[in-house]
């Protein structure tokens, strides 16, 4: 077999090498020379490096050959050195190629003995710079995975880890060492290593890298603490498209992912805030309010809410907290996340419940300092709940913190913000009792408006309600049924009458009146102004009449404007005498014709002064019905008053039965859900 001869090697199991190994890539030639310095072996990687053929080459002198003449004396030098001493000489020498050129060469050179006691060398050979470009390349990818900051790890295609850099060792607290041969799951049990092998074996299958996939949870580096990493998995391709295993990196970002999280915390806080800015306070309701409040702090910022207020204080009447004994607190509005026992716990909307002075609430509202239980234990729940058999409940509803702020307006404790979590992991915190503490702030002031409002208005109410008749009285020739309705928006109560007044001969009068403007004013100048009509009437006057010594009181109280209808039913001669001040036109339902409206010269109002009145006389005969209203049971914002007015009169042309019934169907047809004024209603029918 002569050298240039050599049949390509393979590799284990007879496998064909593939030609890209770091051997193939360095080009190593192996060249051995005799005792007498010629050739006689010449592999092809010689022939690429050197340049010349075998058959150039065998039997050649090598210093000869391919040692220029200034280098030849110390090349025979190093050959001596290794064929007398048997030296392994290493090292850079230059060589000369076939084309002229010189070259620097990586030398090995040993002593071969065959076995019939002949010496020869062997010189293993490369190019230099190849050698020094991978020796670089190692060197440079050594220090990358070494001194990386970046946790790296390669895995086999068992997903066992081969290596791990310094910085994984670091953040794991696992010497390199222990890892190797090992699994995820072995090393690091407080990690969700089933889910990462998964993603793992997909990368391996698909080849598809999986970057920044975020990782939480606990290494023997930092046992008692929580970290977030970002994770890239990627595989590792060797030659002909060889599966050799996956690799992964690994990156600390707990503080990055802390200061998001923070951040966004940040966001939804200044969002529920703006939030609550829009959605609480909308009416001037306490009940209303309160809702409002719970509606907005859950979920976002508890599981249970509850608005507890005061009884005192809704009564107007709190002399001072006493510093001892229990608290009466009525519960405005209760709100849960989902179905939960803790929902039943807590004390029922509109009722009043004693908690005594050992309660956590009760403390609240006496200190004016927010409570903070941040882990809930047996003991804590018996402060919490009102009784024993509430607290078992919240220990089943797995209440584990609580957080009570009080509601404090213009100085005044009103109650409390009662807030608890069974649902959220996490407990109350810091920052959980600053946003608590100004949610409670400004809903304080919605709800201490809406309480001293409610007190204005049911004083207007109950003034108004006051000067208002009792049940109309009973008439002859007449059957009478009124209504009155005051404002169910959240406005002030107006100043709508009705009256029925008894004159001589039989004779009835019937009004309606609405007194512009609202509120204590408005009820008070109505109670003038009805005083005086029964006054007038019982003189005998005719209905325009009557009117004109009204307008002229009117105008003689300071910002007052009234409208009003005045008629009066005489059954002898079976007709009304009626006159109008600026107000909406009544409605005659005769017996056996189709209801209309009477057209009666409608007038100024009441206060305006100057206006001239007129008396309409009007048919009304027994069956006849006669309808008085105020423009409260009919104006809207969205509708022309004049179709209005066709729906009533449509309405009580079907409506043909009793009065009370009568009355009763109007208001529920026309009546719109939060009407913003009061209504008079005044239905009389003619007997006979």
Same mark, same amino acid.
């Given at each position: 077999?002569?050298?240039?001869?050599?049949?390509?090697?393979?590799?284990?199991?007879?496998?064909?090498?593939?030609?890209?190994?770091?051997?193939? $890539?360095?080009? $190593?030639?192996?060249?051995?020379?005799?005792?007498?310095?010629?050739?006689?072996?010449?592999?092809?990687? *010689?022939?690429?490096?050197?340049?010349?053929?075998?058959?150039?080459?065998?039997?050649?002198?090598?210093? /000869?050959?391919?040692?220029?003449?200034?280098?030849?004396?110390?090349?025979?030098?190093? @050959?001596?050195?290794?064929?007398?001493?048997?030296?392994?000489?290493?090292?850079? @020498?230059? !060589?000369?190629?076939?084309?002229?050129?010189?070259?620097?060469?990586? @030398?090995?050179?040993?002593?071969?003995?065959?076995?019939?006691?002949?010496? @020869?060398?062997?010189?293993?050979?490369? %190019?230099?710079?190849?050698?020094?470009?991978?020796?670089?390349?190692?060197?440079?990818?050594?220090?990358?995975?070494?001194?990386?900051?970046?946790?790296?790890?390669?895995?086999?295609?068992?997903?066992?880890?081969?290596?791990?850099?310094?910085?994984?060792?670091?953040?794991?607290?696992?010497?390199?060492?222990?890892?190797?041969?090992?699994?995820?799951?072995?090393?690091?049990?407080?990690?969700?290593?089933?889910?990462? +092998? *998964?993603?793992?074996?997909? $990368?391996?299958?698909?080849?598809?890298?999986?970057?920044?996939?975020?990782?939480?949870?606990?290494?023997?580096?930092?046992?008692?603490?929580?970290?977030?990493?970002?994770?890239?998995?990627?595989?590792? %391709?060797?030659?002909?498209?060889?599966?050799?295993?996956?690799?992964?990196?690994?990156?600390? &970002?707990?503080? #990055?992912?802390?200061?998001?999280?923070?951040?966004?915390?940040?966001?939804?806080?200044?969002?529920?805030?703006?939030?609550?800015?829009?959605?609480?306070?909308?009416?001037?309701?306490?009940?209303?309010?309160?809702?409002?409040?719970? %509606?907005? !702090?859950?979920?976002?910022?508890?599981?249970?809410? *509850? !608005?507890?207020?005061?009884?005192?204080?809704?009564?107007?009447?709190?002399?001072?907290?006493? +510093?001892?004994?229990?608290?009466?607190?009525?519960?405005?509005?209760?709100?849960?996340?989902?179905?939960?026992?803790?929902?039943?716990?807590?004390?029922?909307?509109?009722?009043?419940?004693?908690?005594?002075?050992?309660?956590? &609430?009760?403390?609240?509202? /006496?200190?004016?300092?927010?409570?903070? =239980?941040?882990?809930?234990?047996?003991?804590?729940?018996?402060?919490?709940?009102?009784?024993?058999?509430?607290?078992?409940?919240?220990?089943?509803?797995?209440?584990?913190?609580?957080?009570? =702020?009080?509601?404090?307006?213009?100085?005044?404790?009103?109650?409390?913000?009662?807030?608890?979590?069974?649902?959220?992991?996490?407990?109350?915190?810091?920052?959980?009792?600053?946003?608590?503490?100004?949610?409670?702030?400004?809903?304080? &002031?919605?709800?201490?408006?809406?309480?001293?409002? #409610?007190?204005?208005?049911?004083?207007?109410?109950?003034?108004?309600?006051?000067?208002?008749?009792?049940?109309?009285?009973?008439?002859?020739?007449?059957?009478?049924?009124?209504?009155?309705?005051?404002? #169910?928006?959240?406005?002030?109560?107006?100043?709508?009458?009705?009256?029925?007044?008894?004159?001589?001969?039989?004779?009835?009068?019937?009004?309606?009146?609405?007194?512009?403007?609202?509120?204590?004013?408005?009820?008070?100048?109505?109670?003038?102004?009805?005083?005086?009509?029964?006054?007038?009437?019982?003189?005998?006057?005719?209905?325009?009449?009557?009117?004109?010594?009204?307008?002229?009181?009117? +105008?003689?109280?300071?910002?007052?404007?009234?409208?009003?209808?005045?008629? !009066?039913?005489?059954?002898?001669?079976?007709?009304?005498?009626?006159?109008?001040?600026?107000?909406?036109?009544?409605?005659?339902?005769?017996?056996?014709?189709?209801?209309?409206?009477?057209? =009666?010269?409608?007038?100024?109002?009441?206060?305006?002064?100057?206006?001239?009145?007129?008396?309409?006389?009007?048919?009304?005969?027994?069956?006849?019905?006669?309808?008085?209203?105020?423009?409260?049971?009919?104006?809207?914002?969205?509708?022309?008053?004049?179709? /209005?007015?066709?729906?009533?009169?449509?309405?009580? %042309?079907?409506?043909?039965?009793?009065?009370?019934?009568?009355?009763?169907?109007?208001?529920?047809?026309?009546?719109?859900?939060?009407?913003?004024?009061?209504?008079?209603?005044?239905?009389?029918?003619?007997?006979?």
């Amino acid at each position: 077999m002569t050298a240039g001869s050599f049949p390509r090697t393979a590799g284990r199991a007879g496998v064909p090498l593939d030609g890209t190994g770091l051997l193939d $890539v360095l080009g $190593v030639a192996a060249v051995v020379v005799d005792a007498r310095g010629r050739i006689v072996l010449w592999s092809p990687q *010689a022939e690429a490096l050197f340049g010349f053929p075998a058959e150039e080459a065998l039997g050649r002198y090598v210093a /000869r050959l391919i040692v220029g003449a200034e280098h030849r004396e110390e090349a025979l030098r190093l @050959f001596g050195e290794v064929l007398r001493d048997g030296t392994v000489w290493a090292g850079t @020498f230059p !060589v000369r190629h076939k084309n002229g050129t010189v070259r620097r060469v990586e @030398f090995r050179n040993m002593r071969l003995a065959d076995d019939q006691g002949g010496l @020869f060398a062997l010189g293993i050979a490369a %190019d230099h710079a190849t050698v020094e470009r991978i020796e670089t390349g190692l060197a440079l990818s050594d220090r990358l995975v070494s001194q990386s900051p970046i946790g790296l790890a390669v895995l086999d295609s068992e997903l066992r880890y081969v290596l791990v850099n310094p910085a994984l060792e670091r953040i794991n607290g696992v010497p390199a060492a222990l890892h190797v041969g090992r699994r995820i799951g072995d090393m690091l049990p407080e990690l969700d290593a089933d889910s990462l +092998e *998964a993603s793992l074996r997909s $990368v391996l299958a698909t080849g598809t890298p999986l970057l920044d996939r975020s990782l939480v949870g606990r290494t023997p580096a930092d046992p008692g603490r929580d970290h977030t990493w970002a994770v890239s998995l990627y595989r590792l %391709d060797g030659a002909e498209g060889r599966v050799l295993g996956v690799a992964l990196s690994v990156i600390d &970002v707990t503080e #990055q992912h802390r200061a998001d999280a923070e951040a966004a915390r940040s966001r939804r806080r200044l969002a529920l805030v703006a939030d609550a800015s829009a959605r609480v306070g909308t009416t001037l309701e306490v009940e209303r309010t309160a809702a409002e409040l719970a %509606d907005v !702090v859950v979920p976002e910022l508890a599981d249970i809410a *509850a !608005v507890d207020v005061l009884d005192s204080v809704l009564m107007l009447h709190r002399p001072g907290a006493p +510093e001892e004994g229990p608290e009466l607190f009525r519960a405005l509005a209760v709100k849960a996340a989902g179905p939960t026992e803790a929902r039943e716990a807590a004390d029922p909307t509109g009722a009043v419940a004693r908690y005594g002075a050992d309660r956590l &609430v009760t403390r609240c509202v /006496r200190t004016g300092r927010p409570v903070l =239980v941040e882990r809930v234990g047996p003991g804590d729940l018996e402060r919490i709940a009102r009784d024993p058999e509430a607290a078992q409940r919240l220990a089943r509803a797995g209440v584990h913190s609580y957080l009570a =702020v009080p509601l404090i307006a213009r100085g005044e404790v009103l109650g409390a913000l009662d807030l608890k979590r069974d649902r959220n992991p996490l407990p109350f915190d810091g920052d959980d009792v600053l946003l608590a503490t100004e949610l409670a702030a400004r809903a304080a &002031v919605s709800i201490d408006n809406a309480r001293w409002y #409610q007190s204005v208005r049911n004083s207007a109410v109950t003034l108004q309600r006051s000067l208002l008749p009792g049940a109309p009285p009973e008439r002859a020739g007449l059957e009478i049924a009124v209504r009155y309705q005051p404002a #169910q928006a959240s406005s002030e109560v107006g100043g709508d009458w009705y009256d029925v007044i008894a004159l001589p001969d039989d004779r009835t009068a019937l009004v309606v009146g609405d007194v512009m403007g609202s509120g204590i004013d408005a009820a008070a100048t109505m109670g003038r102004l009805r005083t005086a009509t029964c006054a007038f009437a019982d003189l005998g006057l005719a209905p325009a009449q009557v009117l004109r010594h009204l307008d002229r009181i009117t +105008e003689g109280l300071e910002h007052s404007i009234a409208t009003c209808l005045f008629a !009066v039913h005489d059954p002898v001669r079976g007709r009304c005498r009626i006159a109008n001040a600026g107000h909406l036109p009544p409605v005659r339902v005769p017996a056996d014709g189709p209801a209309e409206l009477v057209r =009666v010269s409608p007038g100024v109002p009441l206060g305006v002064g100057g206006g001239t009145f007129h008396t309409a006389r009007v048919a009304f005969r027994p069956g006849d019905r006669l309808v008085l209203y105020t423009d409260g049971l009919i104006e809207t914002r969205d509708e022309a008053i004049d179709e /209005r007015l066709a729906l009533l009169v449509r309405l009580l %042309d079907d409506a043909r039965g009793p009065l009370e019934e009568t009355c009763d169907h109007l208001l529920r047809a026309l009546r719109r859900p939060g009407a913003a004024d009061d209504v008079a209603l005044l239905i009389a029918r003619s007997t006979g």
